[in-house]
């Protein structure tokens, strides 16, 4: 990826919009997201970029259809009357009539906090519990007791929204078989609609990384991870979800809340990426350095023109996380003259040998085993690629190129 200048957004018919609010009151050691810790004056001039960023958009994103906003962190609600601004900015620009997605830390996200999402149009939010056993909490440094995640779910199930998602870990320092069957048990009993359950990853760049104490992060042995994912599978079927993403279980006939699986999307604030068919870019990571350049011109990065083969892969790349393929959607955006087989057989038939993934009308789907190799490969994944790419631009605002 180089510091090139992607063509603007012109003709995209759907897409998807992300917001990034880079703040937050407490830095967890193991987080890999862009973060700094939150700050009143520069909150001020991000807010004022944002809105900068928004209006040069605009007149280019007319006529785009967008099927939805999903605002990550960071803690989105850091600042709530900043954020309230934002996102009204962002459903008058684009006249937004889709689902509006949020995270929430579960320390800012008071009652009122709750009342004025749901006024603004927020229909779909995740509440970052972690765990619910205090003193693995204390392990990872977070800043909230158990009892605190739980209540803040529960107050967010009872406002009503279309979704709440809870976001758990494992495979964590110094957690049991039995804390993970009593985080399910917790959250799933709150009336939840979704889990998300991610094992621990330990990026280098990560502040738990870079402090040499990766090497005395002592997980659970691999017996007991397997464990933990075959506990959460079975425990998640037993309650009524289904698997709808590698680690994400849904409650049939609810709407699946997921950040990163929209095909196109444009991505607003430090270190949002934006893919448009053609190109995939990203924004400086540096608050100061994204405020700073706007609004005169746009704050990417770094870019990467993206070919008809490279964006059917890409495609490809987040079916198969979501568990499913299916040729009518790749025909949607490709062409009837491709189907799967045509473009992919090539790829997918050893897969399907292995039993890693089966067919089934209309496409394919990964099977359980196929879904516990994605597993063990979305570590490489974020190693080779997520890594290399956030690693370079959070340590500088505008490295010159970044090889994946
Ligand atoms: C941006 S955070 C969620 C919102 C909020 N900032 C919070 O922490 O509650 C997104 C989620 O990613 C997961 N996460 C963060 N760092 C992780 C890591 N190193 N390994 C695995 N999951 C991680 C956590 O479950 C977290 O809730
Ligand atoms: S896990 Fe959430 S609260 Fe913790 S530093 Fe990351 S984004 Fe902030």
């Not at 906090?113 to 149009?121: E, F, Q």
């Not at 158990?146 to 758990?168: P, Q, W």
């Not at 005169?296 to 079916?319: C, G, H, T």
């Not at 790829?347 to 399907?352: K, S």
Request: net charge negative; with cysteine; charged share 20%.
């Amino acid at each position: 990826m180089r510091p090139l200048e992607p063509a603007w957004p012109n003709n995209l018919k759907r897409a998807g919009l992300y917001l990034h609010v880079p703040f937050c009151k407490n830095l967890c050691s193991f987080c890999p997201y862009n973060r700094i810790e939150y700050d009143e004056k520069l909150f001020d001039q991000y807010e004022r970029a944002v809105h900068e960023e928004i209006e040069l958009y605009k007149s280019s994103l007319d006529g785009c259809e967008f099927v939805s906003l999903y605002i990550g962190g960071g803690t989105p609600t850091v600042n709530l009357n900043g954020l309230i601004r934002i996102l009204s900015h962002l459903k008058e620009a684009f006249a937004l009539s889709c689902d509006i997605c949020i995270e929430l830390h579960p320390g800012n996200m008071d009652t009122e906090c709750l009342a004025s999402l749901k006024n603004v149009g927020v229909s779909m939010l995740s509440v970052g519990v972690e765990s619910t056993s205090d003193h693995i909490l204390k392990t990872i440094g977070r800043n909230h007791d158990g009892e605190t995640a739980i209540d803040a779910l529960r107050r967010a199930v009872d406002v009503g929204f279309d979704s709440v998602n809870a976001d758990l870990m494992f495979a964590l320092p110094g957690q049991t078989l039995q804390d993970w069957e009593d985080d399910l048990r917790a959250v799933i009993s709150e009336g939840v609609d979704q889990i998300s359950t991610y094992p621990l990853f330990s990026f280098p760049y990560s502040d738990l990384g870079q402090s040499q104490r990766i090497r005395q992060v002592k997980r659970p042995v691999s017996r007991v991870i397997r464990a933990m994912l075959d506990l959460t599978q079975s425990y998640a079927e037993q309650a009524g979800f289904n698997r709808c993403a590698v680690w994400s279980w849904l409650k049939p006939e609810k709407k699946k809340f997921s950040s990163i699986t929209r095909h196109h999307y444009i991505g607003f604030g430090p270190s949002a990426a934006s893919m448009t068919g053609t190109d995939f870019y990203v924004n400086t990571f540096d608050v100061r350095a994204y405020a700073a350049t706007l609004p005169n011109k746009r704050p990417i990065v770094l870019s990467m023109p993206v070919d008809k083969r490279l964006e059917m892969a890409y495609w490809l790349y987040w079916r198969v996380y979501e568990l499913k393929i299916l040729n009518n959607d790749f025909q949607d955006l490709f062409g009837s003259t491709n189907t799967l087989d045509s473009v992919f057989s090539k790829v997918l038939t050893p897969f399907e040998m292995a039993g890693m993934i089966g067919k089934k009308n209309g496409g394919y789907y990964v099977t359980e085993s196929g879904a516990y190799w994605i597993h063990r490969l979305q570590n490489e994944y974020s190693l080779n690629y997520i890594n290399r790419l956030w690693g370079s631009c959070r340590r500088e605002a505008w490295p010159s190129e970044v090889f994946l």
